[in-house]
């Protein structure tokens, strides 16, 4: 097999040490992720591939949103984050590159990298329509391989996210990562993720919570529940007995733990219900 | 511990960012992966390790044999896979080396590169039986830490496939992966894996398929049941309604799926199970 | 964000390709492996990082101790293991790094090193005080990203450990390693780790079973089960017939096994259980 890309004079690869992070939903058990690596490794052999996660579970994009943003930042300036989770494969969706906080994102326009979008004001978007970069033939069901990998390489030989298409204004968004503020100072938040132990982390950060810190008569309601207590770590001793409390979460959000215990089981919460921050007068 | 390898002055060694591959039953909950990858970094500190998969089913020589099958042409040339599904390990069963499509191969002779020697029709298979490239004392259990790693560790160093022992022309094969043509335009296939989501792999490639393609008369028959639907990709509307549907896989085989569902499970399926390729006119 | 560590002219880094290992109780569904990976690619970017594992039970320090002791000696010289099971975290438990057999180990002092300082009487330990390596703000959740994973960056660039703080000799230790004689030959041992097949690690090495082998009138004692049955590998035929057997494990101690089942289900085992050695003439 000739690589469509190396007989392509019009663009040389320099091989570059870049990073190629990847994030699937394709699990390790299968030959997935190994063959999206071969490819990338076979265009740009010194490309330093780190795994973010491939346990997201199946087709949950806001799951992958999270994951995403929770780890962008620890990555150095130039890294290109691939990211797949595409119920679409095969179908219309677009593929999408995004160029943002000095980092590239590649992979489905199905709000995978909504937060990102949210965070990162100066980010452009690019629709990948260049199909010299593609692995051919390319499989209606496995882009990760065909299309992502491919293309991630590429950019990680220098090429700027013009080559692959034109920019785009109209991506596709989940709801938006800002908590709403209502009237009386109430604002209306949501839990964007549960983690594996139960924690429930919202979209609450310490610009939502300013001054009005919980515990200092502010609360968190969610259902019929209302939070007063918010520690510092998992083992403080709070003196309050309370069986659920908040915490900030390292990924820079207040979440709803539950000591030794899953807090989604407490409460029975689920991804995308509403969380109110009331005020101390509320 | 003094290398056994760095005090054998005849065979130099000269690292190199050669790529080896590890496939493995081993899971990653223990220690067993991690100290292969510590043996090939001590003897060569260039290798670059991907993990295909360390969840193969443990002692499942068929499962290995397919997943190195659909990944092995996505990585370069001079990649080193090393194969460890080795239910004999400590008894006579030999260790071997393949040369083939350009790559290598390290592992157990017991049938886990069947598929890659049907497939490669100029491979060699060499018997490892050098035992300075070993790792001494040799664990009994652990062949993939104290044999294959260190001899795929030495062979990325540039060393020649007869350094390791005499090539053979015996070794251990599974069932051939070729479908069987049958009188009456009729042919004989099986089920070659069933991954993680039910999908049931068939040996039927596009060369068996030709032009009688399935749903233009020909289908598939499985147990009692006919298969007459092929799709393009999973989120095709077909207007068929067809529980279960083949498909062409990434791994370039024709597959048995069912939408959001286990075709095993609808099916009871099997790996090995016959399926038969029937013509327009049968 | 302007990395604490790059303005500081007083200790200017230089990346360096060296090793480094990440063993957690993080699994891998979530961003927290990743994270702790892409805070030590933007201090080193060359540093090769390997995974033990991420599987440790949640916070089972001697599972952890046992994994790092088990594969650690096959790692080169100058390879540096993060080892984060860290319950305290948060909480006053001091943060340490440790310099023996030529290696380094970073983590918290909660007794995770303890089979290292066990084995290697030349270790050194120090406690790590040094903030300017600690990446800031610093999560109190999350030591591993913003306290292991930068300072194992730092070290890997060639910093000495005394740049991270003071030597000190009282650090926290789990039982120790070694068996205790008692009167009459008999050998108190125990169970250090019981793997994910149910096999039974003991603390008994060759050291303790000498000529005394079992087999040859010596057996194990547990609970009130004997146990005479020696094995070389799984697969033997010894023709005991012994439904439980000892056995060389591939981390160098006696392991208490049983063929394709679970050994720890058999004898009703759990880890830290008490273990006899009783010579021929007990």
């Known amino acids: 097999m000739r690589s469509p890309i190396s007989s392509s004079p019009s663009h040389p690869f320099s091989p ?19 063959s999206m690596k071969g490819v990338i490794l076979s265009i740009n052999a010194q490309a330093r591939i780190v795994d973010i996660t491939h346990e997201i579970p199946p087709q949950d ?27 679409g494969v095969g179908s219309r969706r677009r593929p999408i590159l995004l ?35 593609f692995r051919k033939p390319i499989s209606p069901t496995f882009h990760g391989r065909d299309l992502f990998a491919p ?6 030989s220098g090429l700027a996210p013009e080559s692959f298409g034109r920019e785009i204004q109209d991506c596709v968004r989940l709801a938006p990562l800002k908590p709403e503020k209502l009237a009386g100072g109430k604002i209306r938040a949501r839990i964007i993720h549960i983690d594996r132990f139960g924690n429930c982390v919202t979209n609450l950060t310490p610009a939502e919570l300013g001054s009005e810190v919980i515990g200092n008569g502010a609360a968190l309601e969610i259902g019929r529940r ?16 309370a069986e659920v409390f908040a915490i900030w979460g390292s990924a820079g959000f207040l979440e709803i733990a539950a000591m030794n215990q899953s807090a989604a089981k407490i409460l029975k919460a689920r991804p995308g219900q509403t969380v109110f921050l009331l005020g101390d007068n509320v």
């Open 151 to 156: 293309v991630a390489a590429a950019l990680s």
């Open 226 to 241: 209302r939070i007063k207590t918010i520690r510092r770590f998992f083992s403080e001793e709070t003196g309050s007995g």
């Open 61 to 87: 994009i806001p799951a992958a949103a999270f994951t995403l943003l929770a780890t962008y930042k620890a990555f150095p300036r130039q890294t290109i984050h691939v990211a797949v989770v595409d119920p």
């Open 99 to 133: 160029s943002a906080s000095d980092q590239f994102f590649v992979g489905p326009d199905n709000g995978i990298f909504s937060y990102i979008l949210d965070r990162e004001s100066h980010a452009r978007v690019f629709e990948i329509t260049n199909e010299s970069y």
């Open 16 to 34: 570059s040490s870049q990073i190629i992070t990847l994030l699937t939903d394709f699990g390790s058990a299968d030959y997935f992720v190994a």
